[in-house]
């Protein structure tokens, strides 16, 4: 069946870009071994497969600090199997200033100690998986908690921070006063923590992250390097990609998320950076959540599907991690045939798209109910009466510190709401004898009890009130939902708590 000739591959958040058939790399390694490296001793700091910048940039300090802990031999860098594009073009420019070693050029025997950052896990060294029973002494850095190593190291040092960069970069900081970084460590270095925090903005940042990032300033990291390299620069196959998506994608809203899914086909072999695509798309169209399915094939045309996926931090309650874990079990009939992919065999385009579907019920059936105004409101509100004079109101309206307040009659249904700035303008025309019902602003936007979350979150923003009355169907005032609910739905601080409501 099609089933056996798809074969589903995972990458989520910043992706582990798919590799091309190893056969083609190793080929390429073979012909470019110098045979006059050998017969050496030395100690190797590995980054993991698919090497990015927070494994290169930890792999070279660990491999600097060890040019004094360990001195007697020297330590080389080894990326066991492929690079990422950003890593790649950086190589291209750098390679000549880094202490970087080729897989074959070293001989298990030889080596000595062997360093492993930004992993604990033997199956992400590649071909480098073997060294490790022969070393004398494994050391792993990382930075990844709550995952099972199964490597077996001497030392683990394991900090909570956002790039094992960080962890490194603090132990060369400690040996400052006889190891200078060079300007192209210190862009590393900084590049690494950059990668691995979304520049300082990912939830998994730490203060000891940015510390780090000053100190690689302060020792004369290129921010015009930064910048040139730092940034994903989408090829032309990319874009194309991208462009074909715009038009196909299909969207679906579900509890104020917005949820994307599309199949692309590259119309040949393998893609890289195809993660730089999804994240493109998801910004340029405002999804929430979005599922990139990629079909190609290889050398013998067995096609195969690669599922990237990308959250907003609005879909935090989306585990990735879990949606692409999933076996791509018995695939049943699909229904309806996506526009896209004109040159993958129907078969292919009817299967690739029903495992996008399940991956998309998956991502729908994570996503929490919201919750509705009546939940998000608070019930004891202050009000005032049309019947008030503006003094009266002035004085609650003081000493309650809020800015507007509802007008209610006596069976509390909503008049009008009050501004602060009214009563103000009132007391200093001298008419704070007037009424309230003279002053109070009667075309006031208000919700039902059952509104969910989303649409009471862009009617605040939209009113710019700061505030919205909960009324029921006979206009009886139940509540008001606030700015402050509506960030602490959000959960973006912790410190918002109850106590939070009192601000103005
Ligand atoms: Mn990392």
């Given at each position: 069946?099609?089933?056996?000739?798809?074969?589903?591959?995972?990458?989520?958040?910043?992706?582990?870009?798919?590799?091309?058939?190893?056969?083609?790399?190793?080929?390429?390694?073979?012909?470019?071994?110098?045979?006059?490296?050998?017969?050496?001793?030395?100690?190797?700091?590995?980054?993991?497969?698919?090497?990015?910048?927070?494994?290169?940039?930890?792999?070279?300090?660990?491999?600097?600090?060890?040019?004094?802990?360990?001195?007697?031999?020297?330590?080389?860098?080894?990326?066991?199997?492929g690079v990422n594009p950003l890593v790649g073009r950086f190589l291209a420019y750098h390679k000549h200033l880094l202490p970087i070693r080729g897989f074959k050029t070293i001989r298990a025997v030889d080596i000595g100690a062997i360093g492993v950052v930004d992993t604990q896990s033997a199956n992400r060294l590649g071909p480098a998986a073997a060294w490790l029973e022969n070393a004398s002494h494994v050391a792993v850095y990382d930075h990844h908690s709550c995952v099972d190593g199964d490597i077996n190291p001497t030392e683990l040092h394991l900090e909570p921070v956002g790039s094992v960069t960080t962890v490194l970069v603090e132990e060369l900081q400690k040996h400052a006063h006889k190891i200078k970084l060079s300007e192209t460590e210190a862009t590393l270095f900084a590049l690494g923590i950059r990668a691995d925090t979304g520049a300082l903005s990912f939830p998994s940042t730490t203060p000891r992250d940015g510390r780090a990032l000053v100190y690689l300033m302060e020792q004369g990291a290129s921010q015009l390097a930064i910048a040139e390299f730092g940034q994903a620069r989408l090829s032309a196959v990319q874009r194309d990609l991208l462009a074909s998506a715009m038009r196909d994608v299909q969207s679906c809203e579900h509890e104020g998320l917005k949820v994307g899914t599309v199949c692309l086909d590259t119309g040949r072999g393998f893609v890289t950076g195809m993660s730089a695509v999804c994240e493109e798309l998801l910004q340029l169209l405002s999804f929430d959540a979005l599922l990139l399915g990629i079909t190609h094939r290889n050398a013998k045309q067995q096609s195969f599907l690669s599922l990237i996926g990308r959250c907003s931090p609005r879909a935090?309650?989306?585990?990735?991690?879990?949606?692409?874990?999933?076996?791509?079990?018995?695939?049943?009939?699909v229904d309806e045939l996506p526009r896209a992919l004109p040159?993958?065999?129907?078969?292919?385009?009817?299967?690739?798209?029903?495992?996008?579907?399940?991956?998309?019920?998956?991502?729908?059936?994570?996503?929490?109910?919201?919750?509705?105004?009546?939940?998000?409101?608070?019930?004891?509100?202050?009000?005032?009466?049309?019947?008030?004079?503006?003094?009266?109101?002035?004085?609650m309206m003081n000493r309650i510190a809020k800015k507007a307040v509802p007008v209610i009659d006596d069976e509390r249904k909503l008049m009008g709401m009050l501004k602060f700035s009214d009563v103000v303008k009132a007391e200093q025309a001298g008419k704070g004898q007037q009424l309230v019902k003279v002053w109070m602003r009667r075309d006031v936007v208000t919700i039902a009890p059952e509104a969910k979350f989303d649409k009471v979150e862009q009617l605040i923003i939209d009113t710019g009130s700061g505030r919205l009355p909960v009324t029921d169907?006979?206009?009886v005032l139940l509540g008001l939902v606030t700015r402050t609910d509506v960030l602490r739905q959000h959960r973006m601080y912790g410190r918002l708590g109850r106590g939070a409501r009192r601000v103005r």
């Amino acid at each position: 069946m099609l089933l056996t000739m798809l074969a589903i591959t995972a990458t989520f958040y910043v992706g582990i870009p798919l590799r091309p058939p190893s056969t083609l790399r190793a080929r390429c390694v073979i012909a470019a071994t110098p045979k006059t490296e050998l017969d050496e001793a030395c100690n190797v700091v590995l980054t993991h497969t698919n090497t990015d910048f927070d494994s290169l940039a930890g792999a070279v300090a660990l491999a600097k600090l060890w040019s004094i802990e360990r001195p007697e031999v020297p330590t080389h860098v080894v990326m066991p199997r492929g690079v990422n594009p950003l890593v790649g073009r950086f190589l291209a420019y750098h390679k000549h200033l880094l202490p970087i070693r080729g897989f074959k050029t070293i001989r298990a025997v030889d080596i000595g100690a062997i360093g492993v950052v930004d992993t604990q896990s033997a199956n992400r060294l590649g071909p480098a998986a073997a060294w490790l029973e022969n070393a004398s002494h494994v050391a792993v850095y990382d930075h990844h908690s709550c995952v099972d190593g199964d490597i077996n190291p001497t030392e683990l040092h394991l900090e909570p921070v956002g790039s094992v960069t960080t962890v490194l970069v603090e132990e060369l900081q400690k040996h400052a006063h006889k190891i200078k970084l060079s300007e192209t460590e210190a862009t590393l270095f900084a590049l690494g923590i950059r990668a691995d925090t979304g520049a300082l903005s990912f939830p998994s940042t730490t203060p000891r992250d940015g510390r780090a990032l000053v100190y690689l300033m302060e020792q004369g990291a290129s921010q015009l390097a930064i910048a040139e390299f730092g940034q994903a620069r989408l090829s032309a196959v990319q874009r194309d990609l991208l462009a074909s998506a715009m038009r196909d994608v299909q969207s679906c809203e579900h509890e104020g998320l917005k949820v994307g899914t599309v199949c692309l086909d590259t119309g040949r072999g393998f893609v890289t950076g195809m993660s730089a695509v999804c994240e493109e798309l998801l910004q340029l169209l405002s999804f929430d959540a979005l599922l990139l399915g990629i079909t190609h094939r290889n050398a013998k045309q067995q096609s195969f599907l690669s599922l990237i996926g990308r959250c907003s931090p609005r879909a935090s309650a989306v585990d990735l991690n879990d949606v692409m874990g999933q076996p791509a079990v018995a695939v049943e009939e699909v229904d309806e045939l996506p526009r896209a992919l004109p040159n993958a065999p129907p078969s292919v385009v009817a299967e690739a798209r029903s495992l996008l579907n399940r991956a998309l019920e998956h991502v729908i059936s994570q996503v929490p109910e919201q919750p509705t105004a009546e939940d998000l409101m608070t019930k004891t509100v202050f009000s005032c009466s049309p019947g008030d004079t503006m003094e009266e109101a002035m004085k609650m309206m003081n000493r309650i510190a809020k800015k507007a307040v509802p007008v209610i009659d006596d069976e509390r249904k909503l008049m009008g709401m009050l501004k602060f700035s009214d009563v103000v303008k009132a007391e200093q025309a001298g008419k704070g004898q007037q009424l309230v019902k003279v002053w109070m602003r009667r075309d006031v936007v208000t919700i039902a009890p059952e509104a969910k979350f989303d649409k009471v979150e862009q009617l605040i923003i939209d009113t710019g009130s700061g505030r919205l009355p909960v009324t029921d169907e006979n206009g009886v005032l139940l509540g008001l939902v606030t700015r402050t609910d509506v960030l602490r739905q959000h959960r973006m601080y912790g410190r918002l708590g109850r106590g939070a409501r009192r601000v103005r």
